[in-house]
């Protein structure tokens, strides 16, 4: 079976990779965990509000440019 082909091959570097992995989710967990204090309620809403607005713009520019696109050919 391929699992056992796979876990017969030795292991290079030992836990390196497994270090590594917890080293970036910690630091990201904490790089997080330090700006939600920051952030208050107001500041959550505009940067919905602005996301919504640009997906809005996204779409009705994307939808005019297709149907100028069709008329013209």
């Not at 700006?35 to 997906?55: N, S």
Request: aromatic content about 8%.
């Amino acid at each position: 079976m391929y699992w056992k082909r796979w876990k017969a091959q030795p292991r290079i570097g030992g836990n390196t990779m497994k270090t590594n992995h917890q080293l970036g989710i910690g630091t990201t967990g904490g790089t997080l965990l330090s700006m939600v204090g920051q952030l208050g309620m107001h500041d959550v809403l505009r940067t919905a509000l602005l996301a919504a607005i640009g997906a809005v713009v996204s779409f009705a520019v994307t939808w005019l440019l297709q149907r100028l696109w069709r008329r013209r050919h």
